[in-house]
């Protein structure tokens, strides 16, 4: 009698142990599968940038940490290079960008996605000249090129000058 007993114990605590071994954490863990992650899938591919039509340099963006994120890799005409990782947070429900460049120089930027755009913006900073925001707006256009605005502001974002407004050819 006790060693069928046993054997039963053996047969019910056998799942409910290998169950216990697995942390509901592993089970449910997240992805970046979700349509806002992808909301800047356009700018994925080799580019030529011009501006005004004239070369302005070539930008690789790929997918990176299984679609977590995009990396940029720009080479300006003029041997410039510069980096940046841009991703969705799902925690804040925006986008980010951390850009640097060979000689130091650092953006950060955040915003979202709406009517088709990507807006990036700089927090406000204070300098010498007055207070500084950058903004930078991606959008698709009908002919699959994408334009990508840079605006810059000394006075927190009451008004605007364009520091870059380049095209996106895809490259064969």
């Known amino acids: 009698?006790?060693?069928?007993?046993?054997?039963?114990?053996?047969?019910?605590?056998?799942?409910?142990?290998?169950?216990?071994?697995?942390?509901?954490?592993?089970?449910?863990?997240p992805d970046c599968s979700s349509?806002?992650?992808?909301?800047?899938?356009?700018?994925l591919g080799t580019w030529n940038v011009t501006v005004a039509g004239k070369p302005a340099g070539t930008n690789r963006?790929?997918?990176?940490?299984?679609?977590?994120?995009l990396l940029e890799h720009?080479?300006?005409?003029?041997?410039?290079?510069?980096?940046s990782l841009n991703?969705?947070?799902?925690?804040?429900?925006?986008?980010?960008?951390?850009?640097?460049?060979?000689?130091g120089n650092a953006l950060h930027l955040s915003g979202t996605f709406a009517n088709g755009r990507?807006?990036?913006?700089?927090?406000?900073?204070?300098?010498?000249s007055g207070v500084d925001v950058q903004r930078i707006t991606w959008s698709k256009n009908a002919d699959a090129t994408v334009r990508q605005l840079w605006e810059s502001s000394t006075d927190g974002g009451t008004t605007w000058t364009v520091a870059f407004d380049g095209t996106y050819a895809g490259r064969p």
């Open 61 to 69: 963006i790929e997918s990176v940490m299984n679609g977590c994120g």
């Open 87 to 103: 991703f969705y947070d799902r925690r804040t429900q925006t986008w980010s960008q951390a850009w640097i460049d060979e000689g």
């Open 35 to 43: 349509p806002e992650h992808h909301q800047f899938d356009f700018w």
């Open 74 to 83: 720009w080479s300006s005409a003029g041997g410039g290079h510069g980096t």
């Open 118 to 128: 990507m807006v990036l913006a700089s927090e406000p900073r204070k300098t010498d």
């Open 1 to 29: 009698m006790t060693r069928a007993l046993f054997v039963l114990l053996l047969t019910v605590a056998a799942p409910v142990a290998a169950n216990a071994q697995t942390p509901p954490a592993a089970q449910a863990r």
